[in-house]
C-alpha cells in the first residue's frame, strides 16, 4: 500500500508541471484549495542587509501542505525565485510540521495558515529609492485525505529600498517573526542513534535539554525511510537528557544505519535541530520518568457523517439502476436477458448466473473505483470514465468488442473446448465464467454513460474517504446488477420465459450486430484521440484479431471432428500476436497536437471552453451555456444530437445573444476535470447556463430536452 501510493506519488510529482496551474502575477493568488502570496517581514529593504520574505498559505479546511520532509505521501513546497541581480535566496526557514496520520500513513504538515519565511541577501549595491521586483514560482503539493493536487503559482512583492532600520509590517511582521523565533535550529545538543535488535535509539542531551525535564518529545526526520513515520516513539528521560525509541524504516531496515540522521526534535519545551551521530547511546539519557504519548497527532479524516454516506449509497443505487436503461449497457444486457432465457428452466443455473453477474459487476466497480481513487490520492485530475481518456485503453476495448461480436456469430467458441465445440452458440459464454465476464464487459461498456443520481453520487464519493467512496462505487455496481439477480432468483418470473430452441442461435447471432457497432464506435473515438496514422495500426490489429479468432474456431471444430488443428492453431496465435503488436504500435504513435477547436457538438455554433471565455462573455451581457462532453460519452452525443440540435434551441440561443462554449474531456484536461469537481461532479456531461449579474451558474440536468434548453436560456 504504501509503495504504491509513494511510487504514484512519484509519477504525480513528476507530471505536476502539466497538471498545475499557472496564476498571473501579482497579489494574493487563489485556487479552491490554497491561497498564497509573498509578504516581507519589514516594511524595506536596507542596502547590504537580509531581507526576510515569506510565502503565506492560507490553506482551505481538509486540505494540507507539507513539511521539507513530507512523510509517507506528498511533496514539499517549492520556490523558484525570480530576482534582482545581485540579490540572493536562502533556504526556506521551516516551521515545525503537524504529524498528519492518514490511515497508516503518516505525513508532516501544515493546515490553515502557515508562513514559509525565506532570507533574501540585498547589496550594498543596491540603491536607496528603487524598488526590487521580488518573484516566486512556487509550487505547492496541496492534499486531503483523498487526493493531492499540485498547485503552482507566481507570486510577486514589490519592496522599495530605504535607508536606515526598517519596522515590521503591520500585517505581517510580527507573525514573520514569530515563526523566525520558533522555528527549529540548531542548539547545542549532542545526539546518537543506535541500531540494535530491530530498533532505533536516539538519546540527546546537552543544550536546552540541560536546562531541565521535557515531559514530551517527538522526533522528525529530515529525510524519509529513515524511521517508520507512522510507528510510536516512546521515551524516557533522564539526568542530562532524554532518549526515543524509534521503528525502523524500509531504507534503514533494507540497507542498515550508514550515517548520522538528522532532523529536529521536538519537545514541550521547544524544537530544536540536531545532528545524530551512530554510536552507543549517550550516557545520562535514561533511567528517570516516561515521556507522555505525542498527542499532537492532527487527523486528516473528512467529516463524513452516516447520513451522508447513506444518501450517497442511495443515489449511486438509483443511479446504478437507471444505468441500465441507458443505450451503452442495451447489448450486454440484451446477452444477458439470452442466457438468462436458456437457463430460466433450470432455476439453479440461473441462480449461479444471476450471482456471478452480479460478481463480474462488483469485482470490476471495484478495479476501477480503486484506480481511480489511488490516481487521485496520488494527485492525478481524473473522474469516471477516465479510463476512456487513454488511446490504449479505447483500442484494447475495440478490440474486445470485436472479439465478443464474432464469438457471439458463431466464428469461435470461448472456453468451451472439445466437449462444446459443436453445441449451440449459446455455449460459447459458458456456466458461470460467461456469467462472471459478462458482468465485467457490462461495466466497460458503461463506463461511457452517466444516468441521473449517478453523477451526483460519485462527486460526493470521490471526497470521502476511501472505504466509504469504494461502498458508494460498489452500491452503483449493485443497481446495474439487480434486475437480472432478482428475476435469476424469483422461479416464478423464470417460468414466464419461453422454452430453449432454436430461435435463441439466431437471437445471439443478431445481438453479435450491437457489439461490432460499439466496436465502431469505439474506433471513431480512437481516431479522434490518436489520429489518422495510429488508426491505420488499429485496423491492421483488428484485421488480424478476425483473422486469429477464425483460424482459432476452426482449430475447434477441426478437433471436434477427431482431428488436430495444429497448423489453424499455430496461425491463429501469430496472428493474435501481431495483433498485440499492431495495437502497442498504434497506441504509442504521438498523440497528434489538439486543434484547440471544440469537437463536433451540433449545429450550434461553439468556441471551446475556458473561464477567461465565460467572463468575457458574461461582461458582455451575454448568457453563457457550457456543455462538458467528450467523444466516447454517449449520453453527451444523444443529447447533442437531439436536443441542443434542436431548432427551438439555436433559436432561442440567437435570440438572447447567447454564447456557447464546449469543454472537450475526450482526452484528458485537467482544468476540465477541475471545473467538474468544483460543481460536484466526477464525469461528463455537465450544462451550465451561466447569466450575467449571478456569481454562480445553473447546472442542468444530464439529460436535456430542447424545451428544458429553451427555459433555461429564456429564463431570466
Given at each position: 500500500?504504501?509503495?504504491?501510493?509513494?511510487?504514484?506519488?512519484?509519477?504525480?510529482?513528476?507530471?505536476?508541471?502539466?497538471?498545475?496551474?499557472?496564476?498571473?502575477?501579482?497579489?494574493?493568488?487563489?485556487?479552491?484549495?490554497?491561497?498564497?502570496?509573498?509578504?516581507?517581514?519589514?516594511?524595506?529593504?536596507?542596502?547590504?542587509?537580509?531581507?526576510?520574505?515569506?510565502?503565506?498559505?492560507?490553506?482551505?479546511?481538509?486540505?494540507?501542505?507539507?513539511?521539507?520532509?513530507?512523510?509517507?505521501?506528498?511533496?514539499?513546497?517549492?520556490?523558484?525565485?525570480?530576482?534582482?541581480?545581485?540579490?540572493?535566496?536562502?533556504?526556506?526557514?521551516?516551521?515545525?510540521?503537524?504529524?498528519?496520520?492518514?490511515?497508516?500513513?503518516?505525513?508532516?504538515?501544515?493546515?490553515?495558515?502557515?508562513?514559509?519565511?525565506?532570507?533574501?541577501?540585498?547589496?550594498?549595491?543596491?540603491?536607496?529609492?528603487?524598488?526590487?521586483?521580488?518573484?516566486?514560482?512556487?509550487?505547492?503539493?496541496?492534499?486531503?485525505?483523498?487526493?493531492?493536487?499540485?498547485?503552482?503559482?507566481?507570486?510577486?512583492?514589490?519592496?522599495?529600498?530605504?535607508?536606515?532600520?526598517?519596522?515590521?509590517?503591520?500585517?505581517?511582521?510580527?507573525?514573520?517573526?514569530?515563526?523566525?523565533?520558533?522555528?527549529?535550529?540548531?542548539?547545542?545538543?549532542?545526539?546518537?542513534?543506535?541500531?540494535?535488535?530491530?530498533?532505533?535509539?536516539?538519546?540527546?542531551?546537552?543544550?536546552?535539554?540541560?536546562?531541565?525535564?521535557?515531559?514530551?518529545?517527538?522526533?522528525?526526520?529530515?529525510?524519509?525511510?529513515?524511521?517508520?513515520?507512522?510507528?510510536?516513539?516512546?521515551?524516557?528521560?533522564?539526568?542530562?537528557?532524554?532518549?526515543?525509541?524509534?521503528?525502523?524504516?524500509?531504507?534503514?531496515?533494507?540497507?542498515?544505519?550508514?550515517?548520522?540522521?538528522?532532523?529536529?526534535?521536538?519537545?514541550?519545551?521547544?524544537?530544536?535541530?540536531?545532528?545524530?551521530?551512530?554510536?552507543?547511546?549517550?550516557?545520562?539519557?535514561?533511567?528517570?520518568?516516561?515521556?507522555?504519548?505525542?498527542?499532537?497527532?492532527?487527523?486528516?479524516?473528512?467529516?463524513?457523517?452516516?447520513?451522508?454516506?447513506?444518501?450517497?449509497?442511495?443515489?449511486?443505487?438509483?443511479?446504478?439502476?437507471?444505468?441500465?436503461?441507458?443505450?451503452?449497457?442495451?447489448?450486454?444486457?440484451?446477452?444477458?436477458?439470452?442466457?438468462?432465457?436458456?437457463?430460466?428452466?433450470?432455476?439453479?443455473?440461473?441462480?449461479r448466473d444471476g450471482l456471478m453477474f452480479l460478481l463480474g459487476v462488483l469485482a470490476t466497480f471495484a478495479v476501477l473505483a480503486g484506480a481511480l481513487i489511488a490516481l487521485r490520492a496520488a494527485g492525478e485530475a481524473v473522474g469516471w470514465g477516465f479510463q476512456l481518456q487513454s488511446p490504449a485503453v479505447v483500442a484494447v476495448l475495440a478490440l474486445l468488442m470485436l472479439g465478443v461480436g464474432l464469438n457471439l456469430s458463431g466464428v469461435f467458441a470461448m472456453g468451451a473446448g472439445l466437449q462444446s465445440a459443436g453445441q449451440g452458440p449459446l455455449a460459447r459464454l459458458p456456466g458461470g465464467a460467461g456469467a462472471f465476464f459478462t458482468g465485467v464487459l457490462a461495466v466497460v461498456v458503461a463506463a461511457p454513460c452517466t444516468a441521473p443520481f449517478m453523477a451526483a453520487a460519485l462527486g460526493a464519493a470521490l471526497v470521502m474517504p476511501w472505504p466509504a467512496a469504494l461502498a458508494v462505487f460498489l452500491m452503483?455496481?449493485?443497481?446495474?446488477?439487480?434486475?437480472?439477480?432478482?428475476?435469476?432468483?424469483?422461479?416464478?418470473?423464470?417460468?414466464?420465459?419461453?422454452?430453449?430452441?432454436?430461435?435463441?442461435?439466431?437471437?445471439?447471432?443478431?445481438?453479435?450486430?450491437?457489439?461490432?457497432?460499439?466496436?465502431?464506435?469505439?474506433?471513431?473515438?480512437?481516431?479522434?484521440?490518436?489520429?489518422p496514422i495510429a488508426l491505420a495500426g488499429l485496423f491492421t490489429a483488428g484485421l488480424l484479431v478476425a483473422l486469429g479468432l477464425w483460424l482459432w474456431g476452426l482449430s475447434q471444430s477441426s478437433k471436434a471432428e477427431g482431428g488436430r488443428g495444429r497448423i489453424s492453431s499455430v496461425v491463429a496465435g501469430l496472428a493474435l500476436l501481431a495483433a498485440v503488436g499492431a495495437t502497442v504500435t498504434a497506441a504509442r504513435l504521438p498523440l497528434p497536437e489538439a486543434s484547440g477547436e471544440a469537437s463536433s457538438t451540433g449545429p450550434l455554433a461553439s468556441q471551446p471552453w475556458s473561464a477567461e471565455a465565460v467572463q468575457a462573455a458574461l461582461a458582455e451581457g451575454r448568457p453563457v451555456l457550457v456543455n462538458f462532453t467528450a467523444d466516447w460519452c454517449v449520453t453527451c452525443k444523444i443529447n447533442e444530437g437531439a436536443a441542443l440540435s434542436s431548432g427551438r434551441v439555436d433559436r432561442a440561443m440567437t435570440e438572447a445573444n447567447a454564447a456557447y462554449l464546449v469543454g472537450d474531456w475526450t482526452r484528458r484536461d485537467d482544468a476540465i476535470t477541475r471545473e467538474l469537481e468544483r460543481h460536484g461532479r466526477s464525469g461528463v456531461p455537465l450544462y451550465l447556463m451561466y447569466r450575467p449579474g449571478r456569481a454562480e451558474p445553473e447546472i442542468l440536468p444530464q439529460l436535456l430536452t430542447d424545451g428544458l434548453l429553451v427555459q433555461a436560456i429564456t429564463n431570466d
Amino acid at each position: 500500500m504504501r509503495l504504491l501510493t509513494l511510487a504514484l506519488l512519484w509519477l504525480t510529482l513528476l507530471a505536476a508541471p502539466a497538471a498545475a496551474q499557472t496564476a498571473r502575477p501579482g497579489g494574493e493568488q487563489r485556487t479552491e484549495r490554497i491561497s498564497a502570496e509573498l509578504v516581507p517581514m519589514t516594511q524595506w529593504a536596507t542596502p547590504g542587509s537580509t531581507v526576510i520574505v515569506a510565502v503565506r498559505q492560507k490553506i482551505e479546511p481538509g486540505w494540507h501542505t507539507y513539511w521539507r520532509n513530507p512523510g509517507d505521501s506528498g511533496g514539499p513546497t517549492t520556490i523558484d525565485w525570480s530576482l534582482p541581480a545581485g540579490l540572493q535566496a536562502g533556504a526556506i526557514v521551516w516551521p515545525l510540521p503537524e504529524r498528519q496520520r492518514l490511515m497508516t500513513l503518516m505525513n508532516f504538515g501544515y493546515s490553515d495558515e502557515v508562513y514559509l519565511p525565506v532570507p533574501i541577501e540585498v547589496p550594498a549595491s543596491v540603491a536607496a529609492g528603487t524598488v526590487l521586483p521580488i518573484r516566486a514560482d512556487v509550487l505547492f503539493m496541496v492534499c486531503s485525505d483523498q487526493m493531492c493536487v499540485p498547485d503552482e503559482m507566481t507570486l510577486a512583492l514589490d519592496l522599495p529600498v530605504r535607508e536606515g532600520e526598517a519596522p515590521l509590517t503591520a500585517r505581517h511582521g510580527a507573525i514573520i517573526e514569530r515563526v523566525l523565533t520558533q522555528a527549529p535550529r540548531p542548539a547545542g545538543i549532542e545526539a546518537r542513534i543506535t541500531a540494535r535488535d530491530g530498533v532505533l535509539t536516539l538519546s540527546a542531551m546537552g543544550g536546552p535539554l540541560a536546562d531541565g525535564p521535557v515531559g514530551r518529545a517527538v522526533f522528525f526526520p529530515f529525510e524519509g525511510g529513515v524511521i517508520d513515520h507512522p510507528a510510536d516513539q516512546p521515551g524516557v528521560t533522564g539526568p542530562q537528557g532524554l532518549s526515543l525509541t524509534l521503528q525502523p524504516g524500509g531504507r534503514t531496515r533494507a540497507a542498515g544505519l550508514s550515517g548520522p540522521v538528522e532532523g529536529v526534535l521536538a519537545t514541550d519545551r521547544g524544537a530544536w535541530e540536531i545532528r545524530a551521530e551512530p554510536g552507543e547511546p549517550l550516557a545520562g539519557t535514561t533511567g528517570g520518568a516516561t515521556l507522555a504519548a505525542d498527542d499532537g497527532v492532527a487527523s486528516t479524516t473528512s467529516n463524513l457523517t452516516a447520513s451522508g454516506l447513506i444518501q450517497a449509497g442511495l443515489l449511486a443505487l438509483l443511479g446504478g439502476l437507471i444505468l441500465n436503461l441507458m443505450p451503452c449497457v442495451f447489448p450486454i444486457l440484451a446477452m444477458k436477458a439470452a442466457s438468462l432465457a436458456k437457463s430460466a428452466h433450470e432455476p439453479g443455473e440461473a441462480r449461479r448466473d444471476g450471482l456471478m453477474f452480479l460478481l463480474g459487476v462488483l469485482a470490476t466497480f471495484a478495479v476501477l473505483a480503486g484506480a481511480l481513487i489511488a490516481l487521485r490520492a496520488a494527485g492525478e485530475a481524473v473522474g469516471w470514465g477516465f479510463q476512456l481518456q487513454s488511446p490504449a485503453v479505447v483500442a484494447v476495448l475495440a478490440l474486445l468488442m470485436l472479439g465478443v461480436g464474432l464469438n457471439l456469430s458463431g466464428v469461435f467458441a470461448m472456453g468451451a473446448g472439445l466437449q462444446s465445440a459443436g453445441q449451440g452458440p449459446l455455449a460459447r459464454l459458458p456456466g458461470g465464467a460467461g456469467a462472471f465476464f459478462t458482468g465485467v464487459l457490462a461495466v466497460v461498456v458503461a463506463a461511457p454513460c452517466t444516468a441521473p443520481f449517478m453523477a451526483a453520487a460519485l462527486g460526493a464519493a470521490l471526497v470521502m474517504p476511501w472505504p466509504a467512496a469504494l461502498a458508494v462505487f460498489l452500491m452503483l455496481g449493485l443497481g446495474l446488477a439487480l434486475p437480472y439477480v432478482l428475476v435469476s432468483l424469483s422461479p416464478a418470473l423464470l417460468r414466464r420465459f419461453p422454452r430453449p430452441g432454436p430461435w435463441m442461435d439466431r437471437l445471439k447471432g443478431l445481438l453479435a450486430f450491437p457489439m461490432y457497432g460499439a466496436a465502431l464506435w469505439l474506433v471513431w473515438v480512437f481516431s479522434r484521440q490518436a489520429g489518422p496514422i495510429a488508426l491505420a495500426g488499429l485496423f491492421t490489429a483488428g484485421l488480424l484479431v478476425a483473422l486469429g479468432l477464425w483460424l482459432w474456431g476452426l482449430s475447434q471444430s477441426s478437433k471436434a471432428e477427431g482431428g488436430r488443428g495444429r497448423i489453424s492453431s499455430v496461425v491463429a496465435g501469430l496472428a493474435l500476436l501481431a495483433a498485440v503488436g499492431a495495437t502497442v504500435t498504434a497506441a504509442r504513435l504521438p498523440l497528434p497536437e489538439a486543434s484547440g477547436e471544440a469537437s463536433s457538438t451540433g449545429p450550434l455554433a461553439s468556441q471551446p471552453w475556458s473561464a477567461e471565455a465565460v467572463q468575457a462573455a458574461l461582461a458582455e451581457g451575454r448568457p453563457v451555456l457550457v456543455n462538458f462532453t467528450a467523444d466516447w460519452c454517449v449520453t453527451c452525443k444523444i443529447n447533442e444530437g437531439a436536443a441542443l440540435s434542436s431548432g427551438r434551441v439555436d433559436r432561442a440561443m440567437t435570440e438572447a445573444n447567447a454564447a456557447y462554449l464546449v469543454g472537450d474531456w475526450t482526452r484528458r484536461d485537467d482544468a476540465i476535470t477541475r471545473e467538474l469537481e468544483r460543481h460536484g461532479r466526477s464525469g461528463v456531461p455537465l450544462y451550465l447556463m451561466y447569466r450575467p449579474g449571478r456569481a454562480e451558474p445553473e447546472i442542468l440536468p444530464q439529460l436535456l430536452t430542447d424545451g428544458l434548453l429553451v427555459q433555461a436560456i429564456t429564463n431570466d
